[in-house]
């Protein structure tokens, strides 16, 4: 699967963003979808997942209540919808999938599959 993340760009502290990742391939509803993102000098991190089905969803505690993940079989998309956005929320953004099902896994090590990222910055 080929996946091209778009949406990213700068916006006030309190604000929001909607990302979006398009998929190619027939099998997209097979995978488990996630988030995951590297700000400036940071390792990368887990944001979001979601299972392959959409029966379950799984956050950073970072993001919790602010963030959320969901995912389009029919149109081969996933989204992640941004809310009270904090500066702390910098960075570039990437969408992964993996073929595991029974779990969301949190670490990229998981995921086969790359977007080229999105970069999301978040003024004060």
């Known amino acids: 699967v080929q996946l091209q993340a778009s949406g990213g760009g700068l916006v006030q502290a309190g604000g929001s963003l909607r990302l979006s990742c398009a998929a190619s391939?027939?099998?997209?509803?097979?995978?488990?979808m996630a988030w995951f993102r590297q700000g400036p000098g940071k390792e990368r991190e887990f944001v979001a997942g979601?299972?392959?089905?959409?029966?379950?969803?799984y956050y950073a505690d970072s993001v919790k209540g602010r963030f959320t993940i969901s995912k389009n079989n029919a149109k081969n998309m996933v989204y992640l919808q941004m809310n009270s956005l904090k500066p702390e929320d910098t960075a570039v953004y990437y969408c992964?999938?993996?073929?595991?099902?029974?779990?969301?896994?949190?670490?990229?090590?998981?995921?086969?599959?790359w977007g080229q990222g999105t970069l999301v910055t978040v003024s004060s």
């Open positions: 992964a999938a993996s073929l595991r099902s029974s779990t969301i896994p949190a670490q990229d090590s998981a995921y086969a599959y």
């Open positions: 391939g027939r099998t997209f509803s097979r995978y488990t």
């Open positions: 979601v299972s392959w089905n959409q029966d379950r969803t």
